[in-house]
């Protein structure tokens, strides 16, 4: 069985998910090797490259690994350190058992067609003479002797360097046709993470790790290809056969030589193959039933490789020495003690977390307690405004019976003697009386607008037990954390 299958409409993002977690692992010190495998036109390529608005893995991988250079050195920082990272891009090929540098190129010379003498082609190149692949026994690492490697800052800096190894490979299509499919393309990028004491600048530890992106040629047979040369029939297939072999040696635990040696390729894969290595073999088949055979010996491939277990010790042995497995055994120790500090700087994060919280929570609550004073406050003020306009209606309701009542008692007197003048004061009267009544008119709105105001403090007043309440979930809420 395999790890996950996608049907065809998986989109690039789906593809990626399952190739994101040992992109990142690469931050950890983790060499990792992801390889697109299939025959000619089963969609390798998209894969890795993918389309101008639906990136591939190329694309999606050094965002991944910048995106997490930011948030390790934010880690650091949290630890008192301060973590340096380089990175640095190679972008090689690998034809006829020849590595070649698709960053360093020189132009092609060519006959004329009207004499013997030798010209330079405009616009037309060809990648530099192969290159050697060399083993550091001391560290277990694999490089190739004289590759440009180009340090890079920003995602987009590493983007530009692998879009041009591909245009310089696209270059070679042009005097080489059968080459589109006929190759290994090969993205190296290699990461050093230097720390250091923030205050004292005092160098902690080095961790260096690498990844290997690999669009493999065309898995077809010889007889499907169309490829009719000795050379071509003697090469073709050597690399991808040789990588079934050392697959096929990882897979026995009583092998005693894994033939890196028998290939470029997987000389070049040495220390990406095994021990502590990850890797991920990406299968791509055609639909089409005239592939048939092609695809069931792709599915075969793939069901070896899958039975094989990567991330042990035993393959050390291996292919190893005593010094390769001392270096590696120090580097894992390096690996646990940064997942260590790590999870330390974790911890650290959480305990500011809890702590802001608990100080936000004080805050609330100091802030409800102000609210709630401020309401009493208000409210006894109202309540006091209330019962003296209340007052002073009753009061001046009083005064106006008793100045009605004098009114017509000094009406009736003066009734006989002087209707005049009775009349002039009863309109007095009156007069006084509709100013009363204005200003008894009045105090009732006051008092109408007091009772308005003592609402807006009962709502108020209920917002504030909601804020409580909030307050209280919150508090329970950071005791569970």
Known sequence: SFDSVFPPQATQEQVYSEVEPIIKGVIDGHNACVFAYGQTGSGKTYTMEGVTDDHGIYDRAVVSLFNEIANRKEEASVMDETASFTVQASVLEIYHERVQDLLRVSPISTSSEEGDGQHVKEDVVIPSQSLEIMHNPKTGYVYVQGANEVTVSTASELHQVIEQGKQNRIVGVTIMNERSSRSHLVVIISITCKTSDAKTGVARKTIRSKLQMIDLAGSERISKSGLKSSKDTGSINKSLAALGDVLHALQNEDSRHIPFRNSKLTSLLRDSLGGKAKTLMMIQVSPLRRDIKETSRSLDFAQRVGKICFGGSSNDVAVGNKNTQAVRMKRENLELSADVQRLKARVLRMKDTIENERSEKVMLKQSLQNLETQYETEKRDWLLKTEMLKAEIENL????????????????????????????????????????????????????????????????AALKSSLAKDSSQLTRENTEL
């Open 397 to 460: 309701e009083r005064s106006r019976r008793e100045s009605a009542r004098k009114h017509e008692e000094e009406a009736r007197e003066k009734e006989g003697t002087d209707l005049k003048r009775a009349h002039h004061e009863t309109q007095v009267a009156q007069n006084e009386i509709k100013l009363l009544r204005t200003r008894n008119t009045e105090l009732r709105r006051k008092h109408q607008e007091a009772i308005e105001r003592i609402e807006a403090l009962e709502k108020a």
